[in-house]
C-alpha cells in the first residue's frame, strides 16, 4: 500500500513538474497539443481526402503537360474508392504498380468483361479482362508503363480517384468527365485545336473497348 | 436510501452541466472530436501496425477451422522479408473488397507447378513468378481459389501476415512454418 501511494505521488509530481515544463515553453506545448490530433487528420487523408503533386509525364496532356513549368497539384478521392468501391471508365486513378508497388497515375479504360484491343508491347491483340481486374493505360502512349506492359491489373491496387485539378490555374477543374468539344472556343484557335485533339484522343480511346453487354454478376464468395 | 440519494445528487449535476451554455458549445463538440480522434487511433493501430482478425472458410482448413477462429495479425510487414510458408491476408483479385488468407508457395523468380492436382491447368504446366509477385495457395486444395485460378499476386494487394491463434484460447500458438525442402 504504501508502494503505490509513493509511486502515485511520485508520478503526480512527475505530470506536475512536465505541465511547469510546458508552461514554460509555449511553442513546444503548442506542437504537442498539434500532435494529438494527428490519428484524426491522418485518417482523412487515408479515407478521405488528400492533395498531392503528380512526377511524370504519362499522363500527358491531361496532367503535367509539356508546356507547363509546374508540377500539377491535384485532389486525390481515396473516399470513393476505398469505401465505396466506385471504379469506372475513364477515371484517372492512383495505384500502386503491380511491377515494382510504386505508385502511379493512369487511366481506367476497360473493366471486368470488357475486350480491349491492345498496343504493342502486349503478345495478345485483344483481350479480355479478367474478372476484379482493369485495364489501365496512361494518355501518352510511348512513355508509360501500363496495361500493355503488365497486363489487367486486380482493383485492389487501385488506391485513388484523382478528382479535381487544383493548380496550375489554367487547368483548375475535375478531371476524369467525359470530354466535350468546345465550343465557347473559336474555331482555328488554340484553346480549340486543343479541346478537338483531347476530344479525338478520348474517341480512339474508347474505340478500343468492346464494353462488357450487361453488368457482369459479382464473383461468388 | 444512500443510493437513491446518490442517483439524485448524479441527476442533480447531470441537469445543472446540461443546462449551461458552455456544455452545449464547447465540452460537448471538444469530447466529441476527442472521442473521434481516439476511434481513429484505435483503427490506425489496427491498419497498420497489428490488430486481431476473424478467418473462416473452408479453403485454409487444416490450419484453420472453416467455422473461423481469430489469429493476431500483424501489419507491420516487409514484403521483401516474406519466406515462402508464411500465411499472409491481402486483398482479393477476384473482388476489391474481400480480404483473403491464402499460404505463400512461391517467391519473385521461383518456378511453380501450376496446379499440382492437374484442375485448373494440366499438371506440367509451370511458371516462373515475376518480380514483385507472390505465389499463393490455400492448404485445402479441394475447396480453394487461389494463384491457381488467378495467377501470381502482386505485393501490392498484400495487407498482412498472420502470426499466432489467438481463439479458441485451448489451442492459442504460434503458427508454424509447414514448409519443407527436399534436396
Not at chain 1, 506545448?29 to 494527428?38: I, Q, T, Y
Not at chain 2, 447531470?14 to 452545449?24: D, G, L, P, S
Amino acid at each position: 500500500m504504501q508502494t503505490i501511494r509513493l509511486a502515485r505521488a511520485g508520478w503526480a509530481s512527475f505530470r506536475q513538474s512536465g505541465r511547469d515544463h510546458l508552461n514554460k515553453q509555449p511553442r513546444l506545448r503548442w506542437f504537442l497539443s498539434a500532435l494529438v490530433w494527428l490519428p484524426l487528420g491522418l485518417f482523412v487523408t487515408e479515407y478521405g481526402f488528400n492533395v498531392k503533386s503528380v512526377k511524370g509525364r504519362s499522363m500527358q496532356p491531361t496532367l503535367n503537360p509539356d508546356d507547363s513549368p509546374w508540377r500539377d497539384i491535384v485532389l486525390f478521392d481515396r473516399f470513393s474508392v476505398k469505401l465505396r468501391k466506385k471504379y469506372e471508365r475513364g477515371d484517372v486513378v492512383a495505384l500502386k504498380s503491380p511491377a515494382d508497388s510504386k505508385l502511379v497515375v493512369k487511366r481506367i479504360i476497360a473493366l471486368e468483361g470488357d475486350v480491349v484491343r491492345t498496343l504493342p508491347p502486349y503478345p495478345d491483340a485483344e483481350v479480355r479482362v479478367p474478372v476484379g481486374c482493369a485495364w489501365v493505360e496512361g494518355d501518352e502512349p510511348f512513355r508509360t508503363e501500363d496495361s500493355n506492359r503488365f497486363g489487367p491489373v486486380p482493383l485492389g491496387l487501385i488506391e485513388s480517384r484523382l478528382s479535381f485539378i487544383i493548380w496550375p490555374w489554367e487547368r483548375i477543374g475535375s478531371l476524369g468527365q467525359p470530354l466535350v468539344a468546345r465550343h465557347d472556343a473559336k474555331r482555328g484557335t488554340p484553346g480549340w485545336r486543343k479541346s478537338q485533339a483531347d476530344l479525338e484522343r478520348g474517341t480512339w480511346r474508347t474505340s478500343r473497348v468492346t464494353i462488357a453487354p450487361s453488368q457482369p454478376p459479382t464473383s461468388p464468395s | 436510501m444512500v443510493s437513491r440519494a446518490w442517483a439524485a445528487g448524479l441527476w442533480n449535476s447531470v441537469h445543472q452541466t446540461v443546462r449551461t451554455r458552455r456544455f452545449w458549445t464547447v465540452s460537448l463538440p471538444y469530447r466529441t472530436l476527442q472521442f473521434a480522434n481516439f476511434a481513429c487511433a484505435l483503427h490506425l493501430f489496427g491498419d497498420h501496425i497489428a490488430t486481431i482478425s476473424w478467418v473462416e472458410g473452408p479453403s485454409m482448413v487444416p490450419t484453420m477451422a472453416v467455422a473461423g477462429e481469430a489469429a493476431l495479425e500483424l501489419k507491420w510487414i516487409n514484403v521483401n522479408k516474406l519466406t515462402r510458408g508464411d500465411l499472409v491476408t491481402f486483398i482479393s483479385p477476384l473482388d476489391p473488397g474481400r480480404i483473403v488468407c491464402k499460404r505463400i508457395t512461391g517467391l519473385p523468380g521461383d518456378v511453380v507447378c501450376v496446379d499440382p492436382t492437374g484442375t485448373y491447368a494440366p499438371s506440367t504446366e509451370h511458371v516462373v513468378i515475376p518480380k514483385n509477385h507472390i505465389w499463393v495457395t490455400g492448404d485445402n486444395l479441394a475447396w480453394s481459389r487461389d494463384s491457381r485460378v488467378y495467377g501470381p499476386v502482386p505485393m501490392g494487394l498484400l495487407k498482412g501476415r498472420l502470426y499466432a491463434r489467438v481463439w479458441p484460447v485451448t489451442q492459442f500458438g504460434v503458427f508454424p512454418n509447414t514448409f519443407d525442402y527436399i534436396s
